[in-house]
């Protein structure tokens, strides 16, 4: 079974553009989470979707959204980039409940 | 809010066992993890628990969890230099909002 795979793997962008980043989940699993991870503040959850709903979501500014489609795969958008948006993006997907979450590769976000 | 504390760093000899320690504040966790991340790597489940077990065993790897006082532990024994890595503990409490501790990173010396 194919793994959480997230694209692209890296990306180089300027203050004030916008992004969107792409998970797809493990087969089967609908549940997909995402988190920002810098040297700074750690690991911090952005928000989980179930079934294209956002069922949670992180203290994060609302330049950050996200949705869902239908096969569960999952984009992230970041709009107005800032220079302490370069982060490390992580996707997660489980099946259902709080339990296992499978992480993908990451990307790696950089804002010049 | 929830917090989960750990140490940042951790320095063993090849061979040696290691502890990873880790403490929550959220009394409702449900599900407590351990993560490990390699460099330029994403994070790799190594294994969870129940907030309603106190000890889980997976071949080199044992988790104690002592829920009064709100502490985690990870035991890795036999620890080789592939294990070199940040390990994060994490808490849930339900709904995919996983909380990740600061992440200690583990130093194997040969």
């Known amino acids: 079974k194919a793994g959480v795979t997230q694209t692209p793997r890296y990306l180089i962008k300027t203050r004030g553009q916008q992004v969107t980043l792409s998970c797809s989940p493990i087969s089967g699993h609908r549940s997909v989470s995402w988190y920002q991870q810098t040297p700074g503040q750690g690991l911090q959850f952005l928000f989980e979707y179930f079934s294209e709903t956002q069922r949670n979501k992180g203290n994060f500014p609302g330049r950050f959204s996200g949705r869902q489609f239908s096969n569960s795969r999952s984009e992230m958008n970041v709009s107005t980039l800032e220079l302490g948006d370069s982060a490390l993006y992580l996707c997660?997907?489980?099946?259902?409940?709080?339990?296992?979450?499978?992480f993908g590769p990451g990307t790696r976000l950089t804002v010049l | 809010g929830e917090d989960v504390e750990q140490s940042l760093f951790l320095s063993v000899r090849e061979g040696d066992s290691s502890v990873i320690n880790c403490t929550y504040t959220d009394s409702s966790s449900t599900y407590l993890y351990w993560y490990k991340q390699e460099p330029g790597a994403g994070l790799q489940l190594l294994t969870y628990i129940f907030s309603n077990m106190d000890m889980k065993q997976d071949q080199r790897l044992t988790v104690l969890l002592n829920k009064k006082d709100k502490h985690l532990s990870l035991r890795i024994a036999d620890t080789q230099t592939g294990d070199s890595a940040i390990y994060f503990c994490a808490e849930t409490g339900g709904y995919q909002k996983v909380t990740f501790g600061t992440g200690t990173k583990l130093q194997v010396i040969p």
């Open positions: 997660a997907s489980s099946l259902a409940a709080a339990n296992e979450q499978f």
